[in-house]
Each structure stands twice: as C-alpha cells, then as structure tokens.
C-alpha cells in the first residue's frame, strides 16, 4: 500500500476483505485499495453503484458471465446490485467510489 502517499496512507484503514484506507463523503465512500498477487474476491452484490480508476497493476473483472481486463489509468463501473467477481494477478492499487442509494 506504499503506492499512495502518505496523506492517503493516514485515513482510516477499511474494515472489508481487502487492504484499504478510506474517505467518507457524502452519499460515497472513496477507497484506497490494494491487492496482492493472486488475490480472490469472490461473486458477490452490493447496494452501491461502483467505479473505479485503477493506479497500479490490473484488474481482472467478471460480470455478466464476461471477463474484462482493467489496467493502469482505466476507469470500470459496476452497478448496483449487479453480480461479479475480481482477481488481481499481479499487485495492483485503485481509487473505487461507492456511491450510496440516493432517497428522493
């Protein structure tokens, strides 16, 4: 995680199944992560609609049944609600925006 400076590196660690540190904003929580070779997250959902820029490494992404390949400087999104899955072949850092359901 010596990817980010040391201004990203003294917010908050994330409590998830990932190593982050973690800016709450409103309506969002912005994620500093990062991921050794060879991690795993399995398919799972969630309420927030997702994007992300990926800063070191790759993303390997699975939703739909179609696998994308994420690298340096390219953004992804995931919607709410939406079923996938990553791996992370090599070490990799992101900045990932989770966007909260808005009440009207």
């Given at each position: 995680?010596?990817?980010?400076?040391?201004?990203?590196?003294?917010?908050?660690?994330f409590d998830?199944?990932?190593?982050?540190?973690?800016?709450?904003a409103?309506?969002?929580?912005?994620?500093?992560?990062s991921?050794p070779?060879?991690?795993?997250?399995?398919?799972?959902?969630?309420?927030?609609d997702?994007?992300?820029?990926?800063?070191?490494?790759e993303?390997i992404?699975v939703?739909?049944?179609?696998?994308?390949?994420?690298?340096?400087?390219?953004?992804?999104?995931?919607?709410?609600?939406?079923?996938?899955?990553?791996?992370?072949?090599?070490?990799?850092?992101?900045?990932?925006?989770?966007?909260y359901?808005q009440?009207?």
């Open positions: 995680m010596s990817h980010f400076p040391k201004q990203l590196r003294s917010l908050p660690k998830g199944p990932f190593d982050a540190f973690k800016l709450e409103k309506a969002c929580d912005v994620l500093f992560a991921y070779p060879g991690t795993v997250i399995e398919p799972h959902s969630h309420e927030t997702n994007v992300g820029v990926i800063t070191q490494g993303l992404l939703m739909d049944g179609q696998e994308t390949r994420y690298g340096v400087g390219e953004w992804y999104h995931v919607p709410a609600q939406a079923m996938h899955a990553a791996r992370f072949d090599q070490e990799t850092s992101e900045i990932e925006f989770w966007f359901p009440s009207e």
